[in-house]
């Protein structure tokens, strides 16, 4: 019985991965699965690669915690997504906290990029550059970096991360652009801003953070993704996970199934979607639970280590678009 990876490269994708994290490491039975490449064929470090385990302080980089998924997936043979070079969230005190002037705050943030991304060069097939950016209104999120640098900070971060690694797909990653609508209209409109800068820009990511029942229909998704893909960039579904109220039951589980058979045709019927990424396989590590109180069990493998019937609708969508 073949597994999604294999499913996946079946049907004309470069992949079929998932997120993982440094703590889940010790538990065999999760790593027995998460380094079976018939299974998945890509990973991303859920934390470890973010700007405060990566630069501290400034200037002082540490690449121990990335390092070891990065290892992880090279070992295994699976292809690395790299996540993340610049984002408001999971930053060191010392960004938002200091008093910055343009000029202090464009080194900085060139330096970072630079510094992180030579670092991984020869392992991210992809690096998420930028990553959630945008308000829903599709207007820019006013974090440290816009403030002080407007729209140009998106540039900086491009052409550095393009400069220190000539070789990974370079990304703009973001929840809630998944089907059209103004924030997804916005992203549309960071790769044409870059594209018309003479920068470059290769893929958005498409999260795809779901509640079961909720999610946009498969036709909604495909002519989301194909209006990036008309630009000329790829497009990847990259933290796909759809949680459910608890308690489970045959009838979410099944709703769960249907959902997730939905986004991942969604990729299979667009050429330019090359591979989906699940934001982790087992629900007891899920990010879900500890954010959105009563939800949970959002993942493909339930704590018994059991598949959930999303499994079969993933399988499903891999076999038949
Ligand atoms: O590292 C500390 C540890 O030292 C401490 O003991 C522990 C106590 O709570 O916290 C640890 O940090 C946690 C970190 O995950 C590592 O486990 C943070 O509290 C926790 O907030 C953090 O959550 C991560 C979240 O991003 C933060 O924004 C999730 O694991 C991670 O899955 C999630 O991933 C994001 C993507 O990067 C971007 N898109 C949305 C996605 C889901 O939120």
Redesign the pocket.
Same mark, same amino acid.
């Given at each position: 019985n073949a597994k999604l990876n294999q499913l996946a490269k079946n049907a004309g994708k470069l992949y079929f991965g998932t *997120?993982t994290?440094n703590?889940e490491l010790n538990n065999t039975q999760y790593v027995s699965i998460l380094s079976d490449r018939r299974e998945f064929g890509q990973l991303t470090p *859920?934390?470890g690669m973010?700007w405060e385990y990566v630069e501290p302080e400034p200037g002082v980089f540490n690449y121990t915690d990335g390092s070891v998924v990065a290892n992880l997936a090279t070992k295994n043979h699976q292809l690395l997504r790299c996540?993340?070079l610049v984002w408001h969230?999971?930053l060191p005190d010392w960004v938002p906290n200091t008093n910055w002037t343009k000029e202090t705050l464009k080194a900085a943030l060139i330096d970072h990029v630079t510094h992180e991304a030579r670092h991984w060069a020869s392992q991210c097939y992809a690096w998420d550059v930028l990553? =959630?950016a945008l308000n829903e209104d599709g207007t820019y999120r006013n974090d440290t970096f816009y403030a002080v640098l407007g729209e140009e900070y998106i540039k900086i971060a491009f052409k550095a991360a393009a400069e220190a690694d000539p070789t990974a797909k370079l990304y703009y990653n973001d929840?809630n652009i998944e089907s059209p609508g103004p924030k997804s209209t916005a992203a549309l409109g960071i790769v044409t801003m870059l594209q018309e800068a003479g920068l470059r820009i290769d893929g958005v990511g498409l999260?795809s953070?779901f509640i079961v029942g909720s999610t946009p229909t498969i036709d909604q998704q495909i002519s989301n993704m194909k209006s990036f893909t008309d630009l000329g960039v790829d497009v990847a579904i990259t =933290?796909l996970d759809i949680r459910l109220l608890l308690p489970s039951n045959a009838t979410n589980l099944q709703q769960q199934s249907k959902d997730y058979e939905a986004s991942v045709g969604a990729c299979v019927q667009v050429e330019g979607c090359v591979g989906i990424t699940v934001?982790d396989f087992w629900d007891p590590v899920s990010?879900v639970p500890g954010?959105f109180a009563g939800y949970g069990d959002a993942d493909l493998w339930f704590a018994n280590f059991t598949k959930h019937p999303a499994y079969y609708g993933v399988e499903a969508a891999l076999k038949n678009g």
């Open positions: *997120a994290d703590g *859920a934390n973010k996540h993340n969230s999971q990553n =959630e929840y999260q953070h =933290e934001w990010w954010v």
